[in-house]
C-alpha cells in the first residue's frame, strides 16, 4: 500500500510540474533554465511511474461504468458549457487574428496546399508558392495538412478544424476519467489548465497560428489504440503520427523490438503492413517518390534554419522550453547530431532495459510501449532544433491522457522486493 501511494504521488507530482511548465510558469524570465529542465525530468519521471500501473488489456476490462445517468449528470452538461467557451474563445482569436503568412506562415501554406488537392492538382501540391515569401516551398507531411482539406472544401477558416479536434480529445478525456476517484482532482485541474492556457493566453500560440491540433488528436488516438491493444489501431495511428511529424520515428524500432521479442510474430507482420500501407497510401501513391526524397533531406536544411532563427528570433529560443538554450548559436550542429542519434537511441535502450527489467529482475513491469512512447516524445523535444513553445503540447496531452487514465484505476502494479 505504501508503494502504490508513492507512486500516486509521484505521478501526480509530475504531471502537475509539467503541465505548469508548458503553461504559466513560462512568465517566470528568470526560471526559464529551471523550467526547461523540470518540464524534461517531469515527462521522464511520468514514463517510468507508468512502468507500474496495471496492465493496459487488463485494465480496460475493469474500467468503472461511466454511461447512463453519470454520463447524463456530468459529462455532457460539461462538454456543453466547453464546446460553447471553445466556440466563441476561438472565434475572437479569429478575429483578432486572421491568417497573414507574415505572422506565421503554417495555416496560409497548408490552405493553398489543400486547394491544390481539391482542385485535383495532385502533383503540383508540393510545388513552391508565389504569393507566400515569393515562391516558398510546402514542407508538411501529408497527414499534416490533409485533414484540413475539410475546412478549405467548406469555405471556412481552417483554424476551426483545430478547435473540434481539440474539442473530441476534451471529450475523450471526460469519457475516460472516473470521477468518484479522490485524486481525480489533479488530473481534472491540469487538464482545464491547459485548455484554458491554448484557448486565452497569447503565448499559447496554439489556436491562433498553428496546425498542431492535428498532432495532438493522432497522439491522442494512439495513446486509446496503445490501451485498446489493437495492434491494427496502434499502426495506423502511429504511422499518422510519424507522417505528421517525425517526433514519433524513434519509437518505431522500439516497438518492432517489443514484438519480436516477444515473439508476437502476428502483430509485429500487422504493425509492419499497417505502416508500410499508410506510408504508400499516403505519400508515395498520391505525391510521388520525388516528394517522398526531398522530405525525407528536410533535417540535413535545420541546421541553417536554427542558426537564421537564432540571429531574427532568439525568444523562440530564451524563452520557451527545450534545451537549445544550453547549446547556443554556437552549437547548432552537436545539438542537431544529438537530436538524430539519441532520438533513435534513447528509445531503443529503454525498451530493451524495461524488457530486461520484466525478464530478470522481480519487478513486474507494464505499459512498456506507452512509457517508450512518452520518453521518445520528452527525448526528440527537448533536443528539437527550434524550440517553438507549441510543439511541446503533445507530450502534455500524452501524459494527461496517461495518468487520468491509470489513476483512476484500483491497482498498480508493485515488486514482491
Request: aromatic share 16%.
Amino acid at each position: 500500500m505504501r508503494q502504490l501511494n508513492y507512486l500516486k504521488k509521484m505521478l501526480l507530482i509530475a504531471l502537475a510540474i509539467e503541465t505548469l511548465c508548458v503553461t504559466y510558469a513560462l512568465y517566470l524570465p528568470s526560471m526559464i533554465s529551471v523550467v526547461s529542465v523540470l518540464h524534461t525530468l517531469s515527462g521522464i519521471s511520468i514514463a517510468i511511474g507508468l512502468l507500474w500501473t496495471q496492465p493496459s488489456a487488463a485494465g480496460l476490462q475493469n474500467e468503472p461504468a461511466i454511461s447512463g445517468p453519470t454520463l447524463l449528470k456530468y459529462r455532457l452538461p460539461l462538454a456543453a458549457i466547453v464546446v460553447t467557451a471553445m466556440f466563441f474563445l476561438a472565434a475572437r482569436w479569429m478575429r483578432d487574428e486572421p491568417l497573414n503568412y507574415r505572422e506565421a506562415d503554417m495555416l496560409p501554406i497548408i490552405k493553398i496546399m489543400c486547394e491544390r488537392f481539391l482542385a485535383g492538382a495532385w502533383s503540383h501540391v508540393y510545388d513552391p508558392i508565389p504569393q507566400i515569401w515569393q515562391g516558398t516551398g510546402p514542407i508538411y507531411l501529408p497527414a499534416m495538412w490533409l485533414p484540413f482539406t475539410l475546412p478549405v472544401a467548406l469555405h471556412i477558416d481552417p483554424r476551426w478544424l483545430t478547435v473540434g479536434l481539440l474539442f473530441v480529445v476534451f471529450c475523450v478525456f471526460l469519457y475516460k476519467t472516473d470521477f468518484r476517484k479522490r485524486t481525480v482532482w489533479i488530473p481534472c485541474t491540469c487538464c482545464i489548465l491547459l485548455f484554458v492556457w491554448l484557448f486565452t493566453d497569447e503565448k499559447a500560440s496554439l489556436i491562433p497560428y498553428t496546425e498542431e491540433g492535428v498532432v495532438v488528436f493522432y497522439y491522442v488516438m494512439l495513446m486509446l489504440a496503445l490501451l485498446n491493444g489493437n495492434v491494427w489501431l496502434i499502426g495506423i495511428a502511429a504511422s499518422l503520427c510519424v507522417l505528421s511529424r517525425y517526433a514519433l520515428i524513434g519509437w518505431l524500432p522500439a516497438m518492432l523490438l517489443y514484438y519480436a521479442y516477444r515473439k508476437e510474430w502476428r502483430n509485429l507482420f500487422r504493425f509492419i503492413i499497417t505502416g508500410t500501407v499508410s506510408f504508400f497510401g499516403l505519400l508515395i501513391l498520391p505525391f510521388g517518390w520525388g516528394i517522398f526524397s526531398s522530405l525525407s533531406k528536410l533535417p540535413s536544411s535545420y541546421v541553417a534554419f536554427t542558426s537564421r532563427v537564432w540571429q531574427d528570433a532568439p525568444a523562440f529560443f530564451t524563452e520557451s522550453l527545450g534545451w537549445a538554450k544550453f547549446f547556443g548559436p554556437t552549437r547548432i550542429n552537436m545539438q542537431h547530431q544529438l537530436l538524430l542519434i539519441l532520438s533513435f537511441v534513447i528509445p531503443v535502450v529503454a525498451m530493451c532495459i524495461f524488457i530486461w527489467w520484466q525478464k530478470r529482475v522481480n519487478f513486474a513491469v507494464q505499459n512498456i510501449p506507452l512509457a517508450v512512447l512518452k520518453i521518445t516524445l520528452v527525448v526528440f523535444y527537448t533536443l528539437v532544433d527550434v524550440p517553438y513553445l507549441y510543439l511541446f503540447y503533445t507530450s502534455s496531452f500524452v501524459s494527461l491522457f496517461a495518468v487520468a487514465v491509470f489513476l483512476q484505476r484500483e491497482k498498480i502494479t508493485t515488486t514482491n522486493v
